[in-house]
Every structure is written in C-alpha cells, then in structure tokens.
C-alpha cells in the first residue's frame, strides 16, 4: 500500500515537472520568435518557383466556351516571386505563367498586391502581347492583407510576423500551442512539435522546431478531419551578421474533396529556390500603396460593391446597376461613360438598353452579378 502510493505522488511529481518544463520551453520560444520579428523591421525577398498543378485540379467558368476542367495532365509551371515587409505593410508580387478563367488557359501575367496598413489593394495585369485579357484589381473591405494568408507566403510570414492579427490573425501565436510529447526528425534535425487544436471543426496545426536554432520553424503542418490540408518543409542557411535566414521550402497542398479515395492526394506543390534576403533596408511608404492603371476594372468591396472602370488622374466610369444587369463587355464599359453604356443614343445604345430592360424583368440577383464579375476577372492565384 505504501509502495503504490509512493509511485503514484512520483507519478503526480513527475507530470507536474513535465508541464512546468513544457510552459518553460513555451515561455522561450515565445520570446525568440518576438525577439526575431522585431529585429526584422523591414526586409525584401525575392525567390524562384516551381508550382506542381495535379491534372483536372482547376475549375473554369470561362466566359468563352463550354466549362474547363484543366489541365489535362500534370504539369509544372515557373514562377518568379518578392515580397516586401515594413512594419504590418506588406507588398507581394509575382511573374509567371496563370490561369486566366475567361481563356480557359494559362498565359503569363503578373500579379501584385499591397497594403499599407489602412487600405489593401490588389491588381492583375492586362495582356500586353495579344489584349486577349484586360487588367483588373480590387479593393479589400479591410486593410488585411488577402495574399497574408496563403500557403506560398506563409514560411516567410510565420518566420518574421507571427504575432500581427492584421498578418495571420493569431494562427501561428505559440501561446495558443502545448509542448506534445512527441519528438521527430526533418531531415537531420531534431524538432521539439507543438500542437493546437481548434475544437470548432478538430482543425489540428503542428509546429515542428529546432531548439538549438532560435526554436526556427522546420515544418508546418495543418491536418483537418484526420486527413492533412498541407505540409511546408523549411531550409536555412547562414547569412554574415543576420544569423540563419530562409534558403528554400516546400509547400505541399493536399486535396480537399468529399472522394475519400482522394484524399491526402498531392493537389499543388511549391518548390522555392535561390531565396535572398535583404533585411531593415530603406523602403518608402508609396512602395505599400498602389493607384491603378487607366482602363482597369476594379471592384471595391469597402462600399459594399463599388464597380468602375479606373480612368487617368485617379476618375473613375462607375458601372452603374442597369450595366451591371446588362452584364456588359469591359470593351463598351472603357468606351463609354457611366450609365451610357445601355443607352448612348445609337442603335448599340439601344440594344443594349433592351438588354437591361430584360434582364431587369427577369430580376438578375446581385449575387449572379458578382459572380459575374469575379468570373471576367478570374483567375487562379497561384
């Protein structure tokens, strides 16, 4: 009886030190991962990459044809990426081939999106080889920044903005986190993993870190209804005086589908290469804000759905309800001004007024015409 009952305070004795170390190394991390963000004040990267798109993956409703499942077998695209960092402003760019969803086909196009802390703004540029596609942007309801979010920022992110709300809404605070039991292995290096769990759908994110490196985050995991959502897997390398910075990662995307056959297939994967690092460089605060170009069609979600055609010196052609019911072409939206372009006057004009005048009849929806909208101007993000 006294035996057992020894075990069982050594048991107690031995939980409460396992918790007390746990809270301890909780308490460290924390305070390396606050000490790194806000030694980083400011930084540009720039990286090459390898975007892996497993076939039939990508849904269009193009606006020409019938709809397209693509593409029709694997394939690997290029990309080049940089992103810039000031304080909670962000500015995010890319290059490359993407899919254009009124085409049903990837063309090369460039993207980018910034905030500067009060309002965030994003733009796809138009086709300046063909014209078969047109240049197009909207704004944000809030200052977040959309792109924050991704999988193909967040190593960055994770590393030198962990804690911003307005970044990664508190996903990755290792303060929400408990030390697990578990120890494994990237690569060579041991990892201490932490876990936490959203008990609102069993949403599960793991953080895999080297203790002997600052707690530097090695893998990322989120797994969801007991099957992965995505993985990303982080190099380092030694850079003069700031210390170990990024060298490459891998981000793999699994499917999410209802086919359970399917799941934890590999839906994208994005390789990172030749990754450099500038850190609390000079940058400007006109660097984080962006006036789109003349003839780009913007929606602004901040006036609930604020619709026009950018004109030069910061005007804007509003697209007013009866066009937008119309469901004109952007071709007569540039060459008309607002409310013009369902009735000018010419016969065009009055055709198109006839349009509206049935599509009025028959009630089209709001929610159709900003479906509409993000179809003319979708594409897939890569």
Partial sequence: ????????????????????????????????WTARSERVRSARFSWEESNFILARSIMSEGTRGPRVVAPAADMTISLSRELRLQGKMIRYSYQGPQWIDALGE???????????????????DKDNSSGEFYASGFINKDA??????SQILLPLLVLYRPFDPTVLGGTYDTRKYTVTAERGKVGSVECVILQHIRSTNERRNLLWLDPGREWLPMRLTTIAGGYPKFQIDLWYKQQGTDGWVPSGWKTTVFAD???????????????ATNVQSEFNIVLSE??????FPADT??????????WYIARPEGRKRIVTKAEQ?????????????????VNDGSRGGVAWMLIATLAALVAVAAYAVRRSVRRRQGVVRA
């Fill in 257 to 271: 589908t209802v086919d359970k056959d399917k799941r934890g297939l590999v839906f994208r994967e994005y390789l």
């Fill in 106 to 124: 990837f063309r090369n196009r460039s993207y980018l999106s910034v905030t500067d802390g009060r309002v965030s703004k994003h733009f796809f």
């Fill in 325 to 341: 019911a119309a469901n004109l072409p952007y071709e007569r939206l540039v060459a008309t001004e607002s409310g013009f372009g």
């Fill in 144 to 149: 977040a920044h959309t792109d924050a979010r």
């Fill in 1 to 32: 009886m006294i035996v057992q009952s020894l075990i069982g305070v050594l048991m107690i004795s031995s939980c409460i030190v396992g918790a007390a170390r746990a809270e301890e190394a909780l308490g460290e991390i924390h305070r390396a």
């Fill in 297 to 306: 069609e913007v929606v602004d979600y901040r006036k609930g759905f604020e």
């Fill in 286 to 291: 006109a660097e984080f804000q962006y006036d």
